[in-house]
């Protein structure tokens, strides 16, 4: 299903220096219509009581579903945005990895929705998360 070809070593070169970097994340698996990333528990994506902030779930969510979403277009011509995401936290993470897959539920020409599950380096699920993208014509 994906228009755009490319490998996970690909992909985190071409990530740069943003929050993605910033939180660790990385891309660690891409099947035909799915992509997996991992992100690190550490200081940098806790919140003070020491467990996996919501936020950086929500940021590890959108950043694996917006590289998914972009696979599914003709870069040249289009590109996908975030317009809308929710989360629920199911379980506490203190340490180790958290690991995401993006798979998708609409592929449109104007939206298109991914599920992505997140979850402990035990398998045990730690948040869902439904992103909504809008696709952009480039001009």
Request: proline share 4%; charged share 20%; glycine share 8%.
């Amino acid at each position: 299903m994906f228009k755009v070809k490319a490998t996970p070593a690909e992909m985190n070169a071409a990530v740069g220096d943003n929050m993605v970097s910033h939180l660790g994340i990385e891309i660690t698996d891409v099947g035909d219509d799915w992509i997996t990333a991992r992100m690190p528990v550490t200081n940098r994506s806790k919140q003070p009581f020491g467990l996996l902030h919501g936020g950086a779930s929500v940021a590890l969510a959108e950043s694996v579903g917006s590289l998914a979403a972009n696979l599914c277009v003709d870069m040249n011509r289009q590109y996908c945005v975030g317009l809308e995401i929710n989360a629920n936290h199911l379980r506490p993470v203190t340490d180790g990895y958290v690991h995401a897959t993006a798979r998708p539920l609409h592929i449109g020409k104007s939206t298109q929705v991914w599920d992505v599950r997140i979850h402990d380096d035990n398998q045990r699920l730690v948040c869902v998360s439904r992103l909504t993208m809008a696709v952009v014509e480039r001009k």
